[in-house]
């Protein structure tokens, strides 16, 4: 049985929590709640590496997506840093750098390994550079690709090929539109059991005659990280083939990877943008629906919600739900939707 002087102290502290706080109480009570929201958001960028830029613009096209099928979807995705991880070797560098080629080669592919040496051997020009040499050199020799594929540090990002397995299982054509060398790019999905009848590559080809030495590198003007916006032209017959696929999933690690789908008409896209070591996230939050971080980020939530989709559930996935639970806010990621972005990349 409580004793009346701690039946008066209940009252009063009754009394106390029922009394309005003051401002400066108010004031106080903002500034620790603001505060623990920081720390969870740091928390939550420790341990996490996957955040829609804004939760409830993802939500929305998600739901709008419901109820499509398989039937409905097609996939456009980035290939270096995108299928491939974020610090693997891309397709030119690889090339350009290999100890296979010949010395002469590769002291002259030098200058373009380095951004650092010579300012005007950035943007486009830099491509038409490096396929030049290639055909001077007559490099590579077409029969060293495999080895050069298979010798490379060029590794699949967790869950591509279960992604792109998926995908052949489901019917779901997929382009790949890339900067890189249409060669090497078909290499390593042979060699990884990834090179299926539903994807389509978009990218600079080495043209070999009866020789082995490469004579030409097509199209010209090449697919840079510059143009590729040009890719629904370049790509005709694959949007041709699957017009009545209205729904996009587009992939891929630099602004101008949202370029592909530009000219390409369709009713839903959602983009997944893979950060990798970026030290600012915000660009990507403007031009992607959400974002993947680090150089060995994840396609699983992606995978998730795509098997959603072609699967034809309603809703998000539990899988899905769970990587949106540990959603972080990606290096400050803001949501302006602006619709001018940069197309500068440092990948190709």
């Known amino acids: 049985r409580a004793q009346p002087g701690a039946v008066a102290s209940n009252n009063a502290i009754a009394m106390m929590l029922a009394k309005p706080p ?102 486009v020009p830099w491509w038409d550079a490096a396929h030049k040499l290639m055909v001077k050199h007559g490099m590579p020799p077409r029969q060293l690709i495999p080895r050069l594929v298979r010798e490379a540090k060029m590794v699949p990002r967790p869950g591509a090929l279960e992604l792109l397995k998926s995908l052949e299982q489901h019917n779901v054509p997929v382009l790949i539109v890339s900067a890189g060398l249409s060669d090497v790019i078909e290499e390593f999905l042979r060699q990884h059991g990834a090179l299926s009848e539903n994807v389509v590559i978009c990218s600079n080809r080495l043209n070999y005659d009866a020789d082995v030495a490469p004579k030409s590198v097509t199209p010209d003007p090449p697919i840079t990280s510059f143009t590729k916006e040009y890719a629904y032209s370049s790509a005709s017959s694959f949007f041709a083939e699957h017009k009545h696929r209205r729904a996009i999933i587009q992939l891929g690690d630099s602004l101008s990877d949202v370029d592909p789908a530009k000219k390409v008409p369709y009713d839903h896209l959602i983009s997944i943008g893979f950060l990798n070591e970026r030290p600012d996230g915000r660009k990507h939050g403007d031009a992607f629906d959400a974002v993947v971080c680090g150089n060995a980020g994840s396609v699983h939530p992606v995978a998730d919600l795509i098997e959603d989709i072609v699967s034809a559930k309603a809703g998000v996935s539990a899988a899905f739900k769970r990587a949106l639970s540990r959603s972080r806010d990606v290096g400050g990621l803001s949501r302006s939707r602006s619709p001018s972005m940069s197309s500068s990349s440092s990948s190709k």
């Open 22 to 123: 003051s401002n400066f109480e108010a004031a106080i009570i903002g500034a620790m709640a603001a505060i623990s929201a920081l720390l969870v958001l740091r928390a939550r960028r420790q341990v996490c590496d996957w955040s829609p830029s804004a939760p409830f613009h993802w939500e929305r096209k998600r739901a709008a997506m419901a109820d499509l099928t398989a039937n409905d979807v097609m996939v456009i995705t980035d290939f270096d840093a995108t299928i491939t991880t974020g610090d693997s070797e891309q397709c030119h560098d690889l090339v350009g750098g290999s100890r296979l080629l010949s010395n002469d080669f590769r002291k002259d592919f030098a200058p373009l390994l380095d951004w650092t040496t010579d300012a005007n051997i950035d943007g």
